[in-house]
C-alpha cells in the first residue's frame, strides 16, 4: 500500500544535508588567510634602480622612500618635502618599531637627495638604512 503524502515529504526533510558546520570552517578559513596574508608595500612611483652584483634581497623592510629622477621623494604613494623627510619616517617607524628603511633611488637622482633623505632616516632613529638595486 501507498504512504500517505504527508509521511512521504517528512522523510525527506531528515535527509537533508546540514551546511552550518561547513560554512563555519569555510568562514573560519577565510578570516585565517585575511589575518596572515602579507601585503605589498609601494613607494608611489616606478623607479629605474642601478644595477648591482651584490644586491641581496630585503625581506622585512616595511618603510619604502622612492627618490625620482628628477629628486621627488615619495613615501606611501605621496609626494612629500625633502624636509618632512624625518617626520614621516618617525611617524612609520612608531607604527612598526622592527621596520627598516629601504630607499629606492633612480639611477639619474643626484647623490645629495639620497644623503639627505638617509640622513633623515638615521635622525628619526632607523640605523637600518639600505638602498634598493637591481640583481645583475
Known amino acids: 500500500m501507498r504512504a500517505p503524502l504527508a509521511q512521504i515529504f517528512q522523510e525527506d526533510e531528515a ?27 609601494e613607494s608611489g612611483i616606478d623607479v ?25 621623494v615619495w613615501i606611501n604613494k605621496r609626494q612629500i618635502d625633502i624636509r618632512a623627510v624625518q617626520a614621516n619616517i618617525e ?3 612608531a607604527e612598526n618599531p622592527q621596520g627598516s628603511v629601504v630607499i629606492q633611488a633612480d639611477k639619474k637622482s643626484t647623490t645629495d637627495t639620497l644623503i639627505k633623505v638617509m640622513d633623515a632616516a638615521r635622525a628619526a632613529g632607523v640605523f637600518d638604512v639600505s638602498i634598493a638595486a637591481q640583481e645583475a
Not at 563555519?24 to 578559513?29: A, C, E, G, L, T
Request: charged share 25%; glycine share 2%; proline share 4%.
Open 15 to 41: 535527509e537533508e544535508i546540514n551546511m552550518t558546520p561547513m560554512l563555519d570552517v569555510v568562514f573560519i578559513m577565510l578570516i585565517f588567510f585575511i589575518v596572515t596574508a602579507t601585503f605589498v608595500k
Open 48 to 72: 629605474n634602480r642601478p644595477e648591482a652584483a651584490t644586491a641581496v634581497k630585503k625581506e622585512r623592510a616595511s618603510i619604502l622612500v622612492a627618490i625620482s629622477d628628477e629628486g621627488a
Open 91 to 93: 611617524r612609520l617607524k
